[in-house]
Structures are given as C-alpha cells and as structure tokens.
C-alpha cells in the first residue's frame, strides 16, 4: 500500500501562483510514474501534468507554459508548480503513483478568483 499526502492548494486571484505538493509513504522510483490529475465540478477527473517511467514530462495543453510538474525522488514527493493560474484552473488536484497499480491522493481544492 502506497499513502499519498498532498498539500498546498487554496484560494488564489487569477495571475497567481501556487505550488502543489505530493509526499509518498514508500520509496520511489524514477521507473514510477507520478502526476496530477484535477477534477472541475460536473466534470471528469483530467490529466494535469505527468513524469512517465521513462523519465519524459507530459503536459495537458491548457496548462502548458505555466505549469511545471518535478520530483524529487530521494523525497519521494512530486511537485507541481502553477503559474499565471486562471479561473477555469479551479477544482480537486488529484495526485498519482503508479507502483504495480495506481494509487491516489485525497486531493486539495484549487479556487482561482477572477
């Protein structure tokens, strides 16, 4: 069994920043995938950011250029930094491990004001 613990969300005005964290309860790996997924309210559970097992990065469009995902593996906690958020950001951040099976975080709210 793997815990996921995120931290780091809240209320932001639009234009602004907030950096997300993920700690895990085991070692990880760089051959584990880790990422964020975020969930808008009446909408389904989307790919944010993602560090793959073979060590690439893959972005959802929305976010590129403003989102930044990194891991710190000695850690074993992923980040994911948000820059010059907006308001259509806003919703659950969703943390993932993948080790044998995915594992999920509990999320944390991300509110972006206008």
């Known amino acids: 069994q793997v815990q996921l613990v995120e931290s780091g969300g809240g209320l932001v005005q639009a234009g602004g920043s907030l950096r997300l964290s993920c700690a895990a309860s085991?070692?990880?790996?760089?051959?584990?995938?880790m990422g964020w997924f975020r969930q808008a309210p009446g909408k389904q559970r989307e790919l944010v950011a993602i560090?793959?097992?073979?060590?690439?990065?893959v972005y959802a469009d929305s976010v590129k250029g403003r989102f930044t995902i990194s891991r710190d593996n000695a850690k074993n906690t992923v980040y994911l930094q948000m820059n010059s958020l907006k308001p259509e950001d806003t919703g659950v951040y969703y943390c993932?491990?993948?080790?044998?099976?995915?594992?999920w975080g509990q999320g944390t709210q991300v509110t972006v004001s206008s």
């Open positions: 085991r070692r990880i790996f760089s051959s584990n995938a």
């Open positions: 993932m491990v993948s080790i044998e099976r995915t594992y």
């Open positions: 560090s793959t097992s073979g060590g690439s990065t």
